[in-house]
C-alpha cells in the first residue's frame, strides 16, 4: 500500500540494494542480528528501513534508525520520508535539542547519542521492532556502546516473547571487529555484502605535500575545470569556514550568470586537452611502489596519447562568443558574511592560472556542506545543476560516506579531516586538523566511480600517505580518557564497565583503575544491591555529585574541581587553573618572579600559574604580553593556549550549566581566602593524588638524609616521590600535598620519581575530601 513517486521508483531501481531485497528480508525475517556492508551509496541508510517498513515491521512497534551525525540523521530521515510518499509525521528524527517526531512516527531516525539515553529509561527498548545501527564503521563512542548493549539486549527480548531484530550497517570497512568478537556476539551474525557498481578511480598523488591545502585544492580544481571533461567535481576540506571559502572563491572565478545560455557552450572542447594527470605533478617519489609505479606509467602513456591528439586535432576557440551584457551573478545559495580571510585573487602563484580561468566561459555550480548547513541547503547537492553549469561540492567528510552525492567524476582530496583531540593531563578536548587514515583516503577517492570511471586527486604526497596516514584511526572508545569513558558509561546505568563488551575494547586493567580512582573522588560508590550476588562482585554505581561532573566537558577530576566551583564564585579562577595545568612548561624554570605568602604561597605551583596567567591579562590588555612574557620567563605560546582553552571551556560550560554567568575577561588577584579555598578545591579533584613528606627520623641507617630533604610518600609509588625543583613549595615544604602528575628524571643511576604541580593541603581536610 505504499504508493511511490514513479521517478522515485526509476530511481530507486538502479540501487544495487533493490535486486537484493528478498534475500535481505530472508535473513533479518531469520535471525535476530545481520550486518549489512555495502559500498557508500549503494542504498543502505534509504532503502533498508523502507524494505522493513513495507514488511510490516513498523506497524505494532517503531524501526529505529541511528546515526553518528546529526546531518545525516535529518537528511535521511527527510528522504525516506520523501521516498515513503509520507510525511514527517510518520518519519521523523530525533536529536538534542531539535526533532519532530509524532505520536504516529514509524520510522525514527536519531543520533545515536539519543538511542542510548533512551536506553536509560527503558532497557528493552520496548517501543521499537527493529534497531539499525547505521554507519557503524564510523565508531562514534556512542555507537560502541550501543552495540553493546544491544548485543545483551536482543537476547533478553527474546526471552520476554517480543523479539528485537538489530541490523548494523556499515562501509565495507572493519565488518571483523563485529563479527569476529565471540564477547560481543557469541554466534557470529550472518553478514550481507550489497555489492555495488564501483568504476574505477584513478588516484594521483601530488608530487610535493604544500601547507596551503586550501590553495591547493583551488588550483586544481581549476585545472579541472578547465581542461577535463564533464563531470560533478567534489572537494573534501576540514570544516565550515574552508567549505564557505572555497565556494566562495570558486564562485568568483566561475560565475553562473542569469540569462546566458550556457546550452549554447559545448563541453566538448575540454577533450582535446584531456589529460588527466594535470601536467603538473605526476607522483615520482616512491619508484619501490609497484601500484604507483604502474599506474605512473599509465598516466604517462595517457599524456603522451592526449598530447597527440592535441596537435592533430583543432582546437574549438573558447572566445568566439557573444556574450550578453550581464554581472548579476546568481546567488541563491549563500548570502554568507565574508569571514574577512578571503585571499586577495591577484595571489602570485594564481596567476598562470588566470588566462585559464578568463577564457573559460562555464559556470562552476560551487555547492557547500557541512554538518550546520540547513537541511534544504543541504539538499541542494542533490539536484541537477543548471544546463551547462559543473557541479563543484566543497564538503567536509560528510561526504565521505553519510551522503552521497550524485554525478561526481573527480574528487579532490586534502587528505585533512578535524579530529577531536583529548589532552592526556585534563582531558580538555579541541578539535584539531589531522591527516586523514588511510581507510579515509579510499573511501574518499571512491566518491568518484559512482557513475563512471574517475579521478581522484590527492593533495599530497605517495610518502605521506604511507608514512603519515594511520591505515585507520583508532575508533573513540580508545582514544577518549578511560576516567570519562567510565563515568559516561556509569550514568547511562551500565554497571560492568570493566567486562563490557565492547567491539573493540579499551585497556581493561584501566578501565579497572579508573573505576577506583573515581570511587576515592567520590564520583562513584558501592551500590546497595537488593538481589544478593555472588560475594567477590561490587558494584560501583554513580553518585548525585558524579552526575553533576559528567556535564563538564573534562576528566572527572577536573569535572569535579568546575562542578564545586560555583561555590563563593571561584568558577572562573577554576577554569583557568584547569586550563593552565593542561598545557605544558608554562614557566621556564624559576618562581622566584612570583612571591607570596600566607595561603597564595601553599596553593604553591598553581598559585603561581593563576598569578602568571593573570598578570599576563593585564599585559595582553596592554598590549605588552609578548615583552612581559620574555621578561617573567613565561612561554608566550603556553600562555596564548591557556587563554584559548580558557575561551573554550568557558563557553563550554556556561552552555551546559544554567545560571552561570559568562565569567570575566580579566583574572583578578585572588585573596588569601580564595586561595584557601582553592586549596581545598584541587583536593576535591586530586584526591588520591595526596603525599605526605618523608620524616628524617624515618630515613633508614645508612641512607644519605640529604637526598630526603624533598621527599614525600604517595599512594601510586612504594618508592619516595620528590618536589620539582622550581616548585614555590621548596620554600615551604609542607607536611601534606596534593599533586598533578608524577613523572620520571635524572639519567639511569640518578633516576627519580618527581610531582609536577604541587599544592600545600591541611591534614584537617583529608578524612572530610578523601573517603576512604
Ligand atoms: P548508503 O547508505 O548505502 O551509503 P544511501 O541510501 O545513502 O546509500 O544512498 C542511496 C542513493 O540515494 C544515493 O545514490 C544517493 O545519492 C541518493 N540520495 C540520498 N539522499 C538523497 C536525496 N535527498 N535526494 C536525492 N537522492 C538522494
Ligand atoms: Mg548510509
Request: aromatic residues 6%; contains cysteine; charged residues 30%.
Amino acid at each position: 500500500d505504499v504508493k511511490r513517486d514513479p521517478k522515485i521508483q526509476v530511481a530507486r531501481l538502479k540501487l544495487p540494494i533493490l535486486g537484493e531485497e528478498q534475500r535481505i528480508m530472508e535473513l533479518i525475517n531469520e535471525n535476530e542480528t545481520l550486518i549489512v556492508a555495502g559500498e557508500t551509496g549503494s542504498g543502505k541508510t534509504t532503502q533498508i528501513p523502507q524494505f522493513l517498513y513495507e514488511a510490516g515491521y513498523a506497524e505494532q512497534q517503531m524501526v529505529a534508525v541511528t546515526e553518528p551525525r546529526r546531518v545525516a540523521t535529518v537528511a535521511m530521515a527527510s528522504r525516506v520520508a520523501h521516498e515513503l510518499g509520507l510525511t514527517s509525521k510518520e518519519v521523523s528524527y530525533l536529536m538534542r535539542f531539535e526533532g519532530n517526531v509524532t505520536k504516529d512516527t514509524r520510522i525514527k531516525f536519531m543520533t545515536d547519542g539519543v538511542l542510548l539515553k533512551e536506553v536509560q529509561s527503558d532497557f528493552l527498548l520496548s517501543k521499537y521492532s527493529v534497531v539499525i545501527i547505521d554507519e557503524a564503521h564510523e565508531r562514534s563512542v556512542y555507537t560502541d556502546i550501543l552495540l553493546g548493549l544491544l548485543s545483551r539486549i536482543v537476547p533478553l527480548r527474546r526471552k520476554r516473547g517480543t523479539p528485537l531484530r538489530l541490523i548494523v550497517m556499515s562501509a565495507t570497512l572493519r565488518v571483523e571487529d563485529f563479527t569476529e568478537n565471540t564477547r560481543l556476539f557469541k554466534t557470529p551474525p550472518p553478514v550481507i555484502n550489497i555489492e555495488s557498481r564501483q568504476f574505477p578511480v584513478t588516484v594521483h598523488f601530488n608530487k610535493r605535500t604544500y601547507s596551503d591545502y586550501l590553495k591547493e585544492a583551488y588550483k586544481k580544481t581549476v585545472k579541472i575545470h578547465t581542461r577535463l571533461p564533464e563531470g560533478g567535481i567534489l572537494i573534501f576540506v576540514t570544516g565550515q569556514q574552508e567549505v564557505r571559502y572555497l565556494v566562495r572563491k570558486l564562485k568568483s572565478s566561475f560565475p553562473y550568470k542569469k540569462d546566458v545560455n550556457y546550452s549554447k557552450i559545448i563541453q566538448k572542447q575540454k577533450t582535446l586537452e584531456y589529460d588527466p594527470v594535470l601536467d603538473s605533478e605526476p607522483d615520482d617519489i616512491d619508484s619501490n611502489d609497484d601500484e604507483v609505479e604502474k599506474e605512473m606509467k599509465r598516466a604517462r602513456k595517457a599524456r603522451m596519447k592526449a598530447k597527440k591528439k592535441i596537435k592533430e586535432l583543432p582546437k574549438i576557440n573558447l572566445d568566439d562568443y557573444d556574450l550578453p551584457a550581464d554581472d548579476g551573478q546568481v546567488d541563491l545559495l549563500e548570502n554568507d558574511d565574508s569571514d574577512g580571510n578571503l585571499d586577495s585573487d591577484s595571489d602570485e602563484e594564481m596567476s598562470p592560472l588566470e588566462p585559464a580561468i578568463r577564457a573559460c566561459r562555464q559556470p562552476l555550480w560551487a555547492l557547500p556542506l557541512y554538518s550546520m548547513l540547513s537541511s534544504d541547503r543541504q539538499s541542494r547537492v542533490f539536484k541537477t545543476p543548471p544546463i551547462g553549469a559543473r557541479l563543484c561540492v566543497v564538503s567536509t567528510d560528510v561526504a565521505e560516506t553519510s551522503l552521497t552525492i550524485p554525478g561526481i567524476k573527480y574528487v579532490v582530496d586534502t587528505g585533512k579531516k578535524k579530529m577531536r583531540l583529548y589532552d592526556h593531563a585534563t582531558g580538555a578536548s579541541a578539535w584539531r586538523i589531522v591527516w586523514t587514515s588511510q581507510a579515509s583516503a579510499e573511501q574518499r577517492s571512491g566518491r568518484a566511480g559512482r557513475t563512471s570511471a574517475g579521478h581522484a586527486y590527492r593533495l599530497y604526497s605517495s610518502a605521506v600517505f604511507q608514512h603519515d596516514c594511520p591505515p585507520q584511526h583508532p575508533p573513540d572508545v580508545q582514544r577518549r580518557p578511560v576516567d570519562d569513558l567510565v563515568l559516561m558509561m556509569k550514568c547511562v546505568g551500565i554497571d560492568k564497565v570493566v567486562n563490557f563488551p565492547f567491539p573493540t575494547s579499551p585497556d581493561r586493567i584501566q578501565l579497572r583503575l579508573a573505576e577506583k580512582r573515581l570511587q576515592v573522588l567520590g564520583i562513584l560508590e558501592k551500590a546497595e544491591l537488593k538481589k544478593l550476588r555472588a560475594q567477590d562482585e561490587e558494584v560501583l554505581r554513580v553518585t548525585p555529585l558524579g552526575r553533576a561532573v559528567s556535564a563538564f566537558p573534562l576528566l572527572p577530576r577536573y569535572g569535579k574541581m568546575l562542578a564545586l566551583s560555583h561555590q563563593h564564585g571561584l568558577l572562573h579562577y577554576a577554569i583557568t587553573l584547569v586550563a593552565a595545568l593542561s598545557v605544558q612548561e608554562v614557566l621556564n624554570g624559576k618562581s622566584e618572579s612570583w612571591p607570596a605568602t600566607g595561603n597564595m604561597l601553599l596553593l604553591g605551583d598553581a598559585g603561581v600559574l593563576l598569578r602568571a596567567v593573570g598578570a599576563c591579562d593585564h599585559a595582553h590588555k596592554n598590549g605588552e604580553e609578548e615583552i612581559f612574557c620574555a621578561k617573567y620567563g613565561l612561554r608566550e605560546k603556553a600562555i596564548v593556549e591557556i587563554r584559548k582553552l580558557r575561551k573554550q571551556l568557558t563557553s563550554e560550560i556556561c552552555l551546559s550549566v544554567a545560571g552561570v554567568e559568562p565569567p570575566i575577561e580579566e583574572l583578578k588577584p585572588l585573596d588569601d581566602n580564595q586561595a584557601r579555598l582553592l586549596r581545598q578545591l584541587l583536593l576535591s579533584g586530586l584526591g588520591d593524588q595526596v603525599a605526605r613528606k618523608i620524616g628524617l627520623d624515618e630515613v633508614k641507617e645508612g641512607e644519605d638524609k640529604r637526598k630526603f630533604k624533598y621527599a614525600y610518600h604517595c599512594a601510586e609509588l612504594e618508592e619516595p616521590v620528590h618536589l620539582h625543583s622550581d616548585s614555590i613549595l621548596r620554600k615551604v615544604i609542607p607536611e601534606w600535598i596534593v599533586y598533578q602528575e608524577l613523572y620520571e628524571t635524572g639519567a639511569e643511576t640518578r633516576r627519580k620519581m618527581v610531582m609536577r604541580n604541587v599544592t600545600a593541603i591541611e591534614p584537617e581536610w583529608l578524612p572530610v575530601y578523601v573517603p576512604n
